[in-house]
C-alpha cells in the first residue's frame, strides 16, 4: 500500500501544491487506524498534531489513492435471496424531551427514545 501511494505522490505531487507535514506513513498509519478503530478526527488530530479538517482530507486522499489503484477493493454489500435488507428501527433513543417525558420513555430500553409502531 505504501508503495503505491508514494508513486501517486511522485507523479502528481510533484507538480502542484506544497508538501505534506505529514510523512505518507503516518497519513497510511492514520488511515489504518481511522478504519480499525473508528475514533473521532478530533482524538487523530490531537495524536499527530494537526487539526481535524487536515485528518479528514488525508483519510480521503488515501481512501481514494488506494480505490484508484485497484489493488485494494472494498466487499460489495450482500443482501438477502430476494433483495431485501431489513433493519430493526422500530425504537431509536433520543434526548429526553423538556415536556411530555412520559410519552417518549421506553420501559424496555430504560431511556428515552423515538417509537415507530
Not at 23 to 46: A, C, D, P, R, V
Request: overall charge neutral; aromatic content about 10%; glycine content about 4%.
Amino acid at each position: 500500500m505504501l508503495t503505491t501511494i508514494a508513486s501517486y505522490e511522485s507523479e502528481f505531487r510533484a507538480v502542484s501544491g506544497r508538501k505534506s507535514v505529514i510523512s505518507l506513513e503516518n497519513q497510511l498509519l492514520i488511515t489504518l487506524f481511522y478504519w480499525k478503530h473508528y475514533s473521532s478526527l478530533m482524538l487523530l488530530g490531537h495524536f499527530f498534531n494537526v487539526h481535524e479538517s487536515t485528518i479528514c482530507r488525508i483519510i480521503q486522499k488515501i481512501e481514494q489513492i488506494l480505490r484508484d489503484s485497484g489493488q485494494f477493493d472494498l466487499p460489495e454489500h450482500q443482501l438477502t435471496e430476494t433483495g431485501v435488507c431489513l433493519v430493526d428501527a422500530t425504537e431509536i433513543q433520543i434526548q429526553r424531551p423538556e415536556k411530555n417525558q412520559e410519552e417518549s420513555y421506553s420501559g424496555k430500553k430504560k431511556s428515552t427514545v423515538l417509537s415507530f409502531k
